[in-house]
């Protein structure tokens, strides 16, 4: 099965400043990868994905870079905002119909305003 | 996200007791997952279905069974519950590019 940590556990950052939390999985066969966004007490809500096919996708203030060679992916989240706090998990997984997706750990981001 | 429900939302009961939780979903979705989550082991996949009366395991899967007799509900059951079973249950659709959406969680206490 696949193995992903996520990195760093814990992040606090001051409001306007930038967030990277990188996830490493260890498929190789892995060609989605997607991450969520879980404020205290709601469920998982998928904010931005890619596909490897792709190295980077932007989406306003969120993006994810890819490295399918080092097998790892990275949230960037930049002029960050209080109500960017949450947690945050990424779930790299075959793209594929019934696709079982193993979740990392989280990471939980603090802004401080 | 009102396509996806959960009921019920959250459920106090006591040891050794029998308990289900349904996922309801409106959008014909075929498949169908439910994830437990739980303090530092972010969430883990317990069962799943890819279709009508078609489930199979995840990771976590004992102590839990599911049905699925129709497309829009899928069902978990705790035969006999107990304290390890206490956490946040989370149902799930799998929608238009294999992407998942949650259910709003369910919050079980076993005492």
């Known amino acids: 099965g696949e193995n992903v940590e996520q990195h760093p556990s814990t992040l606090s950052v001051q409001e306007g400043d930038s967030a990277v939390i990188k996830c490493t999985y260890s498929?190789?066969?892995?060609?989605?990868f997607p991450w969520y966004k879980q404020e205290l007490g709601k469920r998982p809500q998928l904010i931005i994905d890619?596909?490897?096919?792709?190295g980077e996708k932007k989406d306003q203030r969120i993006a994810v870079t890819l490295n399918k060679t080092a097998k790892h992916f990275s949230l960037h989240i930049t002029e960050t905002q209080p109500e960017d706090s949450a947690v945050y998990f990424c779930?790299?997984?075959?793209?594929?119909?019934?696709?079982?997706?193993?979740f990392g750990e989280g990471t939980q981001l603090t802004v401080n305003p | 996200d009102a396509g996806i429900t959960q009921s019920p939302r959250h459920k106090v009961t006591e040891t050794g007791t029998p308990v289900t939780l349904r996922c309801h979903q409106t959008?014909?979705?075929?498949?169908m997952y439910w994830y437990r989550q739980d303090p530092g082991h972010g969430l883990r996949l317990i069962h799943y279905?890819?279709?009508?009366?078609?489930?199979d395991k995840g990771e976590v899967s004992d102590g839990y069974s599911v049905s699925r007799s129709k497309t829009e509900d899928f069902l978990l059951t705790l035969e006999s519950a107990t304290s390890s079973q206490t956490s946040v249950y989370f149902c799930?659709?799998?929608?238009?590019?294999?992407?998942?959406?949650f259910g709003p969680g369910t919050r079980l206490t076993v005492l």
């Open positions: 779930a790299p997984t075959r793209e594929t119909s019934g696709s079982r997706l193993t």
């Open positions: 498929d190789s066969a892995s060609n989605y």
């Open positions: 890619i596909r490897s096919n792709v």
């Open positions: 959008e014909n979705h075929r498949y």
């Open positions: 279905s890819y279709g009508v009366k078609d489930t």
């Open positions: 799930a659709t799998e929608r238009e590019g294999y992407t998942q959406y």
